[in-house]
């Protein structure tokens, strides 16, 4: 967790598309930033709004919120309502499940789901049900015996098992969570529980089996979990994996996304921290603009192979 009221991120974000280790420290929030800076005067100048990054220091993040979960329905109804230990750690309703089924479909029609290299998931029942929803595939299927991701009718479920087959690898983090503190719906199961019934899902990153960090009496602010939210995205940053699945929360993407693009457009800002709608996927370029990845570029040739003379034109005519 992190109380800090004044952090900064040297971490960008465009939006690509909207459709159906240990952390890294962080340093202030205040000059995040989306677009590039203003170039000095030329006849032929970039526009302000534009910007160069080299490839190599830039990630696609696909980012889902979970599908509809018990304590939406009964928060609808009624805000008190997440008040009620009936809903700790809910679990997806049958429209739910009905929504991670067309996310499927659509991450599969667009080849997102053949590009993913990994899945990150807040460690929920609703997110975790989502991520092996969405990106996983019925156990089973033409005969083959793969890893499961979730057992048959995990969560009140009535749901077949979910098998690894052909899937990247899934982690639960626990800095993508959603508010912490007083709401029962967000306070998560013991990672024992989780690991029966997720088994192929890697939680060797959560520190404790109990859940420590939510409190019933104190309600995280909004300033601390966007402080985690981009101490989250830093941490994204230092992954070797070029396009990573993120399944978490409305709060915490909201929060978190406000952090970034105030020297946009308002209608850029507008589009990267929109509230998302249940098992919306959202697609961003993050960029690492202070060399947090120290991944090398994969696509970069040296030149001179074999070497020789190469010196430019326009410096010759001045020698």
């Not at 930033?33 to 534009?50: I, N, T, V, Y």
């Not at 080849?111 to 969405?134: D, H, N, W, Y």
């Not at 690492?288 to 192979?305: A, E, H, L, Q, R």
Request: net charge neutral; proline share 6%; hydrophobic share 35%.
């Amino acid at each position: 967790m992190i109380h800090q009221s004044s952090m900064t991120s040297n971490l960008s974000f465009y939006i690509s598309s909207v459709s159906l280790s240990p952390l890294p420290s962080i340093r202030r929030l205040s000059s995040l930033r989306c677009c590039s800076s203003p170039l000095p005067s030329h006849d032929m100048e970039a526009k302000p709004s534009q910007g160069l990054y080299p490839l190599h220091r830039c990630k696609t993040i696909h980012l889902v919120r979970h599908a509809q979960g018990i304590h939406n329905v009964e928060g609808e109804k009624n805000h008190d309502a997440y008040l009620s230990e009936d809903l700790f750690d809910a679990h997806l309703t049958p429209l739910g499940w009905q929504q991670v089924d067309n996310l499927q479909k659509h991450v599969k029609a667009s080849g997102i789901s053949k590009r993913i290299e990994l899945v990150v998931v807040s460690p929920l029942f609703r997110t975790l049900q989502t991520a092996v929803g969405t990106f996983g595939e019925e156990g089973d299927k033409n005969g083959v015996d793969a890893a499961l991701l979730m057992v048959a009718g995990a969560g009140n479920s009535n749901r077949p098992a979910i098998a690894s087959l052909n899937c990247p690898p899934f982690i639960a983090v626990e800095s993508c969570r959603e508010h912490l503190g007083v709401h029962p719906c967000d306070r998560r199961s013991n990672i024992t529980k989780y690991r029966e019934l997720f088994p192929s899902i890697e939680f060797s990153l959560i520190e404790t089996d109990e859940d420590v960090l939510w409190k019933p009496n104190v309600r995280e602010e909004n300033k601390d979990i966007a402080a985690r939210g981009v101490k989250f995205m830093n941490w994204l940053s230092t992954r070797k994996e070029k396009e990573i699945a993120v399944v978490t929360h409305s709060g915490f993407l909201y929060q978190t996304l406000n952090s970034f693009g105030n020297d946009c457009d308002p209608a850029v800002k507008n589009e990267i921290s929109t509230q998302f709608a249940n098992c919306e996927l959202r697609s961003i370029v993050l960029v690492d603009k202070c060399m947090n990845s120290s991944n090398p570029p994969v696509t970069n040739y040296p030149g001179k192979m074999p070497a020789g003379e190469d010196l430019p034109s326009d410096i010759a005519a001045h020698k």
